[in-house]
């Protein structure tokens, strides 16, 4: 392995802010996020979160929430923890997970915001249950929301974002405020992105690519069956 990773992955084995595999905190953090973070402020996940950019930037704006980056790259979840480091940031964390587990981690309630930031499009049908803004992932994030709750998604690829808005069409997912745009460098949501900008957003603006946004909250206590694809 490439010495820069081997050194990456040391970082990560270390940093209180770095929970993983091997590590106690991964078997009991479920239920106990409020013990980590020492206070018992909201908590906003960014799912799929690779570098964690929302995770550091809304954690430097809002000093009274808290921040979960989660991604199953421990590699690339290492630049939001060195950074949290760097910066003296409290209010972070990074899991090192695959998404199917969420539940294994939170318990409902435990979960205030969703930020899913430029997920892997996974345009073959079959792949529909790998869609991070899909319905079994949708299913998952409300579960732990039975309060209601806010979820962000930013894309370039307008498949997948026409797709999502197709599956939010079903009123069983009792969600309410939503609102999106096409390009949101040349809309009035602009400002609810609060600034942040991720890697692969600049990668594919670089190009000439437009930035979807959509936002909605799920309903508190709504009950839905379960619209997730096993
Ligand atoms: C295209 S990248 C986007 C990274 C970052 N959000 C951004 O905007 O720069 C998608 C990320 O989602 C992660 N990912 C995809 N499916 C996942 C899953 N089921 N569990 C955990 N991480 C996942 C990948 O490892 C990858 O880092």
């Known amino acids: 392995m490439a010495r820069k990773k081997l050194l990456r992955f040391k970082f990560n084995e270390e940093a209180y802010n770095f929970i993983q595999p091997g590590k106690e905190k991964y078997a009991t953090i479920k239920g106990n996020w409020k013990h980590h973070f020492g206070n018992h402020n909201p908590i906003t996940l960014e799912v799929g979160c690779g570098r964690a950019e929302y995770t550091t930037g809304l954690a430097q704006q809002y000093p009274d929430r808290n921040f979960i980056g989660i991604d ?3 590699a690339r979840l290492w630049k939001g923890s060195s950074l949290s480091v760097e910066l003296g940031l409290h209010n972070t964390a ?15 309630g435990e979960v205030d915001t969703i930020w899913i930031t430029f997920p892997d499009p996974r345009p073959k049908e079959g792949d529909e249950k790998l869609r991070l803004p899909g319905r079994r992932f949708l299913s998952i994030y409300k579960r732990l929301m039975p309060q209601g709750g806010s979820v962000h998604f930013k894309t370039d690829n307008r498949a997948l974002f026409d797709y999502t808005l197709e599956v939010l069409q079903d009123p069983e997912w009792g969600i309410s405020e939503l609102d999106y745009t096409f390009d949101l460098d040349q809309s009035p949501m602009l400002s609810e992105h609060l600034g942040i900008e991720t890697t692969y957003e600049r990668k594919f603006k670089k190009v000439g690519f437009k930035i979807n946004y959509l936002r909605f909250k799920f309903l508190p206590s709504h009950n839905t069956h379960d619209k997730s694809i096993k």
């Open 72 to 74: 199953i790259k421990g």
């Open 94 to 108: 990074f899991l090192r997970t695959k998404l199917q587990s969420l539940e294994d981690f939170f318990e409902p």
